[in-house]
């Protein structure tokens, strides 16, 4: 199981834009089967946007057009680029992976085993 420790949260305006990034350590495997989720008080844990190991992203209805999933080369660091940021988009973002580390094709949800501790982020109107 890989660690994974996401950075890049903050505070900022409604409109904003705020850049997220996971990073993993403890190992040399490459980060496959992807996603940011994010969860806000009193609500459950929502997927935002994901990355297939064929490299296909997708993304949640709410943050089409607004925000970008995307892996480096080298497949150990995922981001996640909010723009047009909403007070609807505050809570605690999460990172998640294949804690395997090894490729397979299609990920569904029973493949997020390595999560990070999450980052805040807070959108003031």
């Known amino acids: 199981v890989q660690h994974l420790e996401e950075s890049g949260g903050g505070s900022v305006q409604a409109g904003g834009s705020l850049t997220l990034s996971c990073a993993a350590s403890g190992s040399t495997s490459s980060l496959y089967c992807v996603a940011w989720f994010r969860q806000a008080p009193g609500k459950e844990r929502e997927r935002v946007a994901a990355i297939d190991s064929d490299g296909s992203p997708s993304y949640a209805d709410f943050v089409k057009g607004r925000f970008t999933i995307s892996q480096d080369n080298a497949k150990r660091n995922l981001y996640l680029q909010m723009n047009s940021l909403e007070p609807e988009d505050s809570a605690t973002y999460y990172c998640?992976?294949?804690?395997?580390?090894?490729?397979?094709?299609?990920?569904?949800?029973?493949?997020?085993?390595?999560w990070g501790q999450g980052t805040q982020v807070t959108v003031s109107s």
């Open positions: 998640t992976a294949d804690g395997s580390g090894a490729w397979h094709y299609p990920c569904s949800a029973a493949d997020y085993t390595a």
